[in-house]
């Protein structure tokens, strides 16, 4: 399968704890995508790291990227209740969307 | 709000039946994805379209099929429906050349 390898598959921490979030791919990959899911509803996307990229930040939001050994992690800094959710990488293995392809995701809670 | 919308919101019939899923995609955006998601088997990509024709095929069975039409909108019939099918079903949208998805809320799907 191409999809990504997330893990670990649930987390669960106090508030104001920092969460972090890992995917693993197995191919060469044109960028790398994070989404969140709260239950039941859509996907929202969070942030997108290219190959030639390697770490981005969006708000309380970090995301590494290390090609070499075909993972991303996704920081959440300063974690609220509110970013309680599922957490999905997407591996994109070329430039659109199409060839977007989705891990099984992270179940984050935060207690507060 | 992701500016993508989905209906029906929930969707309660037997096996056997046949249902269509509505889309309507995000303002500008000619393409449109579909996506199937389950406990078992994650988030499937089912099928794409671009501007009224069809670009792309996933994970996507016979008794499944989809269309958009010139107004941009989309649908996807499932029929002969089988207890499995049973799923909340997504619908997202991109410009076409965008990389990143726009989903809507979903369809969830129960077949008794």
Redesign the interface.
Known sequence: SQQGEEDPQALSIQEGENATMNCSYKTSINNLQWYRQNSGRGLVHLILIRSNEREKHSGRLRVTLDTSKKSSSLLITASRAADTASYFCAIGYSGSARQLTFGSGTQLTVLP | D?G?TQTPKHLITATGQRVTLRCSPRSGDL?V?W?QQSLDQ??Q?LI?YYNGEE??KGNILERFSAQQFPDLHSELNLSSLELGDSA?Y?C?S?TG??????????T?LSVL
């Open positions: 992701s993508v393409s994805y996506y994650g988030l990509f794409q670009r792309a909340l997504f997202a991109t050349t965008d990389e990143k998805l726009f989903f809507g809320s979903g969830q």
